[in-house]
């Protein structure tokens, strides 16, 4: 008989078999992600006290007040750049010097995943408040691309080191 598997269970499955090597200590908290399908929430966790340190959501009001300074630098570097140059691409196509991530290329044009972006970056603003400044990454079992990957390199914007 085939059992059908549901994405949240395997999800969960991948999760916990990352969780048996992933711990957050006092000095270097692990940073959590969890992505509902409208939003995403991370919290820089301490496991040995068993506490959030700082949290930060897509609904935090807090959110809307954030500035998108760092989002239109961005943007800036996700504009093409003229082909007729020599040596602007390496051997797997892919431009030389440009910062920006191949899992988050449609930061600009996705809303959600903009909104992750800055999530990110309040978080890193929150955790360096509260003293942290280094971090292990918890994907949650998701794949590290879309807002998972915005959410990531906003912290690290943010000026959180992982």
């Known amino acids: 008989m085939i059992k059908k ?18 711990a957050g200590t006092p000095t270097r908290p692990r940073l959590a ?3 509902s399908s409208n939003e995403i929430y991370a919290q820089v966790i301490d496991d040995v006290q068993r506490r959030t340190i700082v949290a930060a ?3 935090d009001k ?3 007040n954030f500035s998108a300074d760092a989002l239109d630098a961005l943007a800036a570097q996700e504009t093409p750049q003229p082909q007729g140059e ?5 051997g797997a196509g892919e431009e030389r010097g440009h910062a920006l991530p191949k899992a988050i290329k449609g930061l600009t044009a996705n809303r959600r995943v903009r909104q992750a972006y800055q ?4 978080l890193a603003q929150r955790a360096k408040a509260a003293g942290v400044e280094r971090v292990v990454f ?6 590290y691309h879309g ?10 914007a943010g000026g959180l080191d992982f």
């Open 33 to 35: 992600v969890f992505r």
């Open 62 to 64: 807090d959110l809307a």
């Open 57 to 59: 959501s897509s609904r």
């Open 86 to 90: 020599a040596g602007t691409e390496n």
């Open 147 to 156: 807002r998972v990957a915005a959410l990531a390199e906003g912290a690290r």
């Open 5 to 22: 598997q549901y994405a949240n269970q395997t999800r969960m499955i991948r999760h916990v078999r990352v969780r048996k090597t992933l």
């Open 119 to 122: 999530v990110g970056q309040l």
């Open 138 to 143: 918890d994907r949650g079992g998701y794949v």
